[in-house]
């Protein structure tokens, strides 16, 4: 267990260090990019906006939209902290041209570098949490300052306000999308996983399929006496979406940190099945061999692209 500590402080403190400076536009081989700099909120602190658009985009068409987490990762490894990347522009240009998905367009959001633990844990099965184990997680952050996941108080419920009343409004105003639930979706991985799977049970009526890559259940480092998953395992039974109007992706990988998941995501498709979800409208995926990076999230980038955007309706 101690090599995976090693391995997610490593990942925290380059990735945290790096969004500080990341503020080289990306290029992409197919479509644009057009960023909205230092996007202002009154729920969470202000950050980057990187919005693909494809080749051919046109006012005159009408396009489904994927709101992504930590949007620095996706397009460039060029500028990106450890040169790996997404390739978000090349899957999505080769499914629309190929036919395999509707027209879409792709909101990167930049995480924050002080907050991204505290703005992607999911707030009600956080506060659910013993109030001896919530002071347990503040007080070991507090002690790796130079990794610190809860640098502030979770406040997830704040950044999933910032994107359905700020962020999803300027956008459904700026360019020609689908603004239904239909053809709303959200994606992530590893914490952007978690957060992915609570805005879908926390907005049912906004977001119609999630996809969570690597999703981090352990919410820490450990999986030995760790109540976090089981908090999540509750809240998720309490409130998922209806599988009749929503999607929903898992998947995992076997090595480094996603080692950690497959006991967890175990339980998570029993919860799945329990609530009525099948093969028409939930997918988990286990990926043997392949570990907790951008590089392994890109190779199979196309499956829950195809999953959620499918031209079969």
Not at 73 to 98: H, P, R
Not at 195 to 221: D, K, N
Not at 258 to 273: G, N
């Amino acid at each position: 267990m101690k090599h995976v500590t090693l391995f997610l402080l490593n990942c925290l403190i380059s990735h945290l260090a790096w969004s500080q400076n990341s503020t080289q536009l990306p290029e992409v081989c197919c479509g644009e990019i057009v960023r909205e700099h230092n996007f202002k909120s009154k729920y969470i602190s202000a950050r980057n906006i990187d919005v693909w658009l494809p080749e051919g985009y046109s006012a005159e068409q009408k396009y489904a939209v994927v709101y992504m987490h930590d949007g620095q990762m996706l397009y460039d490894a060029n500028s990106t902290w450890n040169k790996q990347e997404w390739g978000v522009d090349e899957t999505m240009s080769a499914l629309m041209k190929k036919g395999t998905i509707q027209p879409c367009i792709v909101v990167g959001v930049f995480n924050s570098s002080t907050t991204r633990h505290p703005d992607y844990f999911p707030q009600k099965p956080f506060e659910s949490l013993a109030k001896e184990v919530k002071d347990s997680l503040l007080n070991k952050a507090q002690r790796h300052g130079q990794a610190s996941l809860f640098s502030v108080n979770v406040q997830s419920d704040n950044y999933l306000k910032f994107l359905v009343e700020e962020l999803k409004p300027f956008i459904d105003g700026k360019y020609s999308t689908r603004t239904d639930r239909e053809n709303t979706f959200v994606m992530g991985s590893s914490m952007g996983g978690l957060i992915s799977m609570y805005a879908i049970c926390e907005y049912p009526e906004v977001f119609g399929g999630a996809a969570c890559l690597s999703t981090h259940w352990p919410g820490t480092f450990t999986n030995e006496n760790n109540p976090i998953p089981a908090a999540f395992f509750s809240y998720m039974k309490g409130h998922l979406p209806s599988p009749g109007t929503h999607k929903i992706y898992f998947d995992f990988g076997t090595a480094t940190l996603d080692a950690m998941y497959e006991e967890h995501q175990t339980k998570v498709d029993e919860i799945m099945k329990a609530k009525g979800f099948t093969s028409k409208n939930w997918m988990t995926r286990k990926f043997e061999g392949e570990n907790h990076s951008e590089n392994a999230w890109k190779k199979r980038l196309h499956i829950p692209v195809k999953f959620l955007l499918n031209k079969v309706q």
